[in-house]
């Protein structure tokens, strides 16, 4: 079935530190891509999507470009904020007919703290 | 909008009681999902309706557990009874419909079973 796999965290930078999180997924189908950024005591927040492979998504900074060769979805920003401190999901939506079970699947986490 | 709606906020109950979770989701919005987020398991999809209709319940733990959605603008998860592993925060979301790619969550429910 589809799966989403993400690095370990927890990951600590410095503000103002290049980030990437990587994200690789397993589908059957052609999904969409996502971010979802959560912060502390708060649901899960749409943080930027891709639909297509070589979509780059990108919101507030943070840019991820779908890479299907290499079934990636990694997750950048130049230069992070304390306020960037959270932890992000990478999910996919697989939209293969016939497959509502693993519709939409989202990875462990990676929880990110900015250091001031 | 105000967005999805889930209450209580925070719940805290005595093994063995009932335990209900309410959702309303964004109006227009056709699907609804029922998560648990644990630190061990992570995010956990439960069951998701399409319609008012539950199309896939098999993340739905064990019998004690139970959703519902009478309309469509309202959705409960039950757990009876309840244990302490049932411990987690429980997010509902809604999207427009079961392939669309966006959800949007709700503030979650804090469920503390002791």
């Known amino acids: 079935g589809d799966s989403v796999t993400q690095m370990e965290g927890p990951v600590t930078l410095s503000e103002e530190a290049f980030l990437t999180i990587n994200c690789t997924y397993t589908?059957?189908?052609?999904?969409?891509l996502f971010w979802y950024v959560q912060y502390p005591g708060e649901g899960l927040q749409l943080l930027l999507k891709?639909?297509?492979?070589?979509d780059k998504g990108s919101n507030k900074g943070f840019e991820a470009t779908y890479r299907k060769e290499t079934t990636s979805f990694h997750l950048e920003k130049g230069s992070v904020q304390v306020s960037d401190s959270a932890v992000y999901f990478c999910?996919?939506?697989?939209?293969?007919?016939?497959?509502?079970?693993?519709?939409?699947?989202f990875g462990p986490g990676t929880r990110l703290s900015v250091l001031p | 909008d105000a967005g999805v709606i889930q209450s209580p906020r925070h719940e805290v109950t005595e093994m063995g009681q009932e335990v209900t979770l309410r959702c309303k989701p964004i109006?227009?919005?056709?699907?609804l999902f029922w998560y648990r987020q644990t630190m061990m398991r992570g995010l956990e999809l439960l069951i998701y309706?399409?319609?008012?209709?539950?199309?896939?319940d098999s993340g739905m733990p064990e019998d004690r557990f139970s959703a519902k959605m009478p309309n469509a603008s309202f959705s409960t998860l039950k757990i009876q009874p309840s244990e302490p592993r049932d411990s987690a925060v429980y997010f509902c979301?809604?999207?427009?419909?079961?392939?669309?790619?966006?959800?949007?969550f709700g503030p979650g429910t804090r469920l503390t079973v002791t």
């Open positions: 979301a809604s999207s427009r419909d079961w392939a669309d790619y966006e959800q949007y």
């Open positions: 589908a059957t189908g052609y999904p969409s």
């Open positions: 891709a639909t297509k492979a070589d």
């Open positions: 999910a996919l939506s697989d939209q293969t007919l016939g497959n509502y079970g693993q519709n939409f699947v």
């Open positions: 109006s227009g919005h056709n699907s």
């Open positions: 309706f399409n319609n008012n209709v539950p199309i896939d």
